[in-house]
């Protein structure tokens, strides 16, 4: 049987009943127009592509009563549109759940003008996360070395994944398991972008806490609903009361909070920042309304259950109200398939929604086209799941604080990138400390500690609006392609870290030889400060910190940096103290002669004369003075290549 889950630590397990079939009551010759099979599928429901567009659909099956309505809203679609775009050709059918489930597909395909029939997919969560509530900060002692933290709320220095320096926190980590860069560089990056408005994420999640004292001001809001009638689809987009999202589960706009996976979610990618309160997010904004915005997407339920047809349709509604950025959070069980086209053969509605997410999304200017993101699972397997794995996602495994891959993460194949998602001793996962994110959730003191793919992923997710957050400002576009390119080589390196051994204490006690995850990662661990530099256009120079470095110069200024004759460096009292650095970096034979003490970046402005080695005009015949600015990074791990990849 196959399964889906809400990604978390504990496994979810897909179920559906249907009846047995009277093969003599009716011919059951397998239809080819039938894509995937009746197993864990919503009885009383099927997903119908027809042929051609139409206004209405009334299929007729002999004893069954049928009620038909669109998968997809029109809303604001033209007449155009309408007729040439398929998704508007996707129907769901209604009927008595105790109507034998495949009768009534096989006698649905027979007509003519069905396309394609596909059984409406359930799933079931029949567990959550381990997760605990932390203490406040004013009851927790802070050990770790002084840093200097742009905001004022209090959990940021707890949040290890956003910025490690290795030392021990007290009540979240265990001594001797943390690795200094053991995190997204979040506050380098934070120096340019904090989050802009204009930015959306949509969360396909159980419902966000809309009113959450860290989310409301950066939680997406439809002014037309909020202001007008209840009960009046008052903007026209095929959806009454949509105020912050949808509820796909009730159809309804009143969104519910139940076990807060969504929450949690959310707050790492838009918690707001510098509100005195609890944690940050990656695109919070700096506490003048100006983080990212989050669209509550609710496609799971009080029983943790959701369907293939809430799920397509809520990436569509995603994508026609403004997001173009798409954090899914859950993802098929390992196994349940193992090539592309078996996936988009068994979900074409699945795959229609997020192609259009893909094509459709846009914000002006700025991005033609969405950014999915999907978890890879936490089966702990060598194959990530689906829909994650499918090529044109990008698929987020999760490492812990030390950089070794977190042993619930699926790996291997279709994996693209690596993001802080902790481990869990107390789930048998290793013996490492049981932190993945502190976010904002409806517990105690509005935070608690949860662990997974499922907070992997929206740590790549935040760096994304971040990054679109600083296009805005600086006025740079892309298409989704260019964007996604961007976002997958912002990263360092993984691999180096992948050594020695773990022990699995669950369901029996095993050791794992970490060389197996080497290479099937991803390209290695987001990095936001680098993907801020390459928004920007900006090269970066990696040393490790305490070392002296000799860096080439060849990324700045070509091949033939080291024949040229060089004016000298300029670095600024900020950036000297940001980085440690006491004595004046020097250039000879084309490398710069760095040593940086302190874990920060500094920007680099280096001049040279291309062309002689005395600057040309007036009576003398010389060169061009060029300059060249780039970002020193000093960081406790560095990769041997300095960073590149």
Not at 214 to 227: F, G, R, Y
Not at 527 to 537: F, K
Not at 605 to 628: D, P, W
């Amino acid at each position: 049987m196959k399964r889906i889950l809400l990604l978390s630590v504990m496994l979810l397990l897909a179920v559906a009943c249907v009846k047995d079939i009277d093969a003599g009551v009716v011919d059951m010759t397998p239809s080819s127009k039938i894509i995937n099979t009746a197993t864990c599928a919503t009885e009383g429901s099927l997903l119908v592509k027809l042929d051609s567009y139409v206004e209405s659909y009334a299929p007729e099956v002999e004893g069954v009563a049928i009620e038909a309505r669109v998968l997809f809203p029109q809303g604001k679609a033209s007449a155009e549109e309408l007729t040439t775009n398929d998704m508007y050709r996707w129907w769901v059918l209604s009927f008595d759940k105790g109507a034998e489930l495949a009768v009534v597909a096989e006698a649905v395909a027979r007509d003519e003008r069905v396309a394609l029939v596909e059984y409406d997919t359930i799933i079931e969560n029949l567990g959550s996360d381990v997760a605990y509530a932390a203490e406040p900060a004013s009851k927790r002692e802070v050990t770790r070395a002084k840093v200097e933290y742009p905001f004022n709320d209090p959990e940021l220095p707890y949040q290890w994944h956003f910025y490690n320096d290795c030392e021990t926190i007290n009540g979240g980590w265990d001594d001797g398991t943390v690795k200094e860069g053991a995190d997204i560089n979040l506050l380098a990056a934070w120096k340019y972008s904090t989050g802009d408005r204009r930015v959306i994420v949509a969360v396909m999640d159980d419902g966000l806490m809309y009113d959450h004292r860290d989310l409301a001001d950066n939680m997406w809001v439809n002014e037309a609903e909020k202001s007008g009638k209840a009960g009046v689809d008052d903007d026209g987009n095929g959806y009454v009361d949509d105020v912050y999202g949808y509820n796909f589960c009730t159809n309804s706009g009143n969104i519910e909070v139940y076990n807060g996976h969504g929450t949690h979610v959310a707050g790492t990618i838009a918690a707001v920042n510098n509100n005195g309160f609890a944690v940050c997010g990656i695109a919070g904004g700096s506490g003048k309304s100006d983080g990212c915005r989050l669209m509550s997407c609710q496609i799971f339920d009080k029983s943790g259950s959701a369907s293939l047809s809430q799920i397509a349709a809520a990436i569509k509604y995603a994508a026609d109200n403004g997001a173009v950025i798409m954090n899914n959070s859950w993802a098929y069980s390992k196994g349940s398939y193992t090539s592309d086209s078996a996936f988009a053969n068994s979900y074409s509605a699945l795959i229609n929604a997020i192609d259009y997410f893909e094509k459709n999304a846009k914000l002006e200017g700025v991005i033609e086209g969405g950014i999915a993101l999907f978890a890879a699972g936490n089966d702990g397997y060598n194959v990530p799941s689906y829909p994650g794995a499918y090529y044109n996602n990008i698929c987020v495994t999760s490492f812990c604080s030390n950089l070794t891959a977190s042993l619930f993460t699926n790996y291997g194949t279709g994996a693209n990138i690596c993001a802080p998602g902790g481990e869990n001793k107390a789930s048998g996962f290793g013996t490492l400390h049981g932190i993945s994110s502190v976010s904002t959730e409806y517990v105690q003191d509005g935070y608690e500690y949860r662990n997974g793919t499922s907070h992997s992923t929206p740590h790549v997710s935040g760096c994304a609006a971040l990054g679109l957050s600083y296009a805005l400002e600086l006025g740079k576009s892309y298409t989704a392609k260019e964007f996604k390119q961007l976002l997958l080589t912002s990263v360092q390196d993984i691999d180096i870290h992948q050594e020695g051994t773990k022990t699995i204490i669950y369901p029996t006690i095993s050791t794992v030889d970490m060389s197996r995850y080497k290479g099937q990662l991803g390209a290695g661990y987001i990095d936001a400060h680098r993907l801020m530099m390459q928004v920007e256009g900006t090269p970066c120079l990696y040393v490790k910190t305490g070392s002296s470095a000799q860096l080439s110069l060849d990324e700045l200024f070509g091949a033939g940096s080291k024949g040229l004759t060089y004016q000298g460096v300029e670095l600024s009292d900020a950036a000297r103290s940001s980085l440690g650095i006491s004595t004046t970096p020097t250039i000879s034979n084309g490398m710069l002669n760095i040593k940086c003490t302190k874990s920060g970046v500094g920007r680099v402005k280096i001049t040279a004369i291309v062309g002689g080695e005395s600057v040309g005009g007036g009576n003398n015949m010389g060169g061009m003075l060029v300059e060249r600015e780039a970002e020193i990074v000093a960081r406790g791990s560095v990769a041997d290549n300095g960073g590149w990849l």
